[in-house]
């Protein structure tokens, strides 16, 4: 059974650092792309951050290019958000998710967590 369960989220002031962690078991870590999802109450789900099976290749969507940072450790099946210059607009449920292809493409993802939340006060 595949278990995808993130911790680090909390309450912040604008400009403050948070770090997201996600711990997977039932599955090979490391034959997955893995990737960081948000979601504001009322809004759809967005893709933030994904990371290549190997940490190889990273992105960053625009709104959060240069402020928070992906990375993994395969020895820990673990990964990671670094959120770094937090905004007020980047309160939301944060969702870490395993999938076979590199991208942000929400369907292909096969696995997701329960979410921790992040909430940015001004």
């Known amino acids: 059974q595949v278990q995808v369960v993130e911790s680090g989220g909390g309450l912040v002031q604008a400009g403050g650092s948070l770090r997201l962690s996600c711990t997977v078991s039932g599955l090979t870590f490391d034959d997955y792309t893995m990737g960081w999802f948000r979601q504001a109450p009322g809004k759809e789900r967005e893709g933030v951050s994904c990371i290549s099976w190997n940490g190889g290749s990273t992105y960053h969507v625009a709104s959060v290019k240069g402020r928070f940072t992906i990375s993994r450790d395969n020895a820990k099946n673990t990964l990671y958000l670094q959120m770094n210059s937090l905004k007020p607009e980047d309160t939301a449920m944060y969702y870490c998710?395993?999938?076979?292809?590199?991208?942000?493409?929400?369907?292909?993802?096969?696995?997701w967590g329960q979410g921790t939340q992040v909430t940015v006060s001004s």
């Open positions: 998710a395993a999938g076979p292809m590199y991208g942000l493409r929400i369907a292909e993802y096969n696995y």
